[in-house]
């Protein structure tokens, strides 16, 4: 189990836990380290703070009808 960075929460990390399936996080875009928050601490984010730091670099999903 691995603990949040940024919120605190618990969640599984497939890197560190070494399953045999791929993280969930491989399923999202791929991220320069260092535009991570507390990216020099090493450890990850859950998939609820990492999916929002992405919309954060992202910006906002603008939809047209």
Do not use: N, Q, Y
Request: aromatic letters at 4%; a negative charge.
């Amino acid at each position: 189990m691995s603990t949040c960075s940024r919120c605190g929460a618990d969640f599984a990390c497939g890197m560190v836990e070494a399953l045999d399936a791929p993280c969930w996080c491989t399923t999202l875009p791929a991220l320069p380290a260092d535009s991570l928050p507390d990216a020099d601490d090493g450890r990850c984010l859950c998939p609820a703070c990492l999916k929002a730091w992405i919309e954060r670099l992202d910006g906002p999903d603008v939809t047209t009808g």
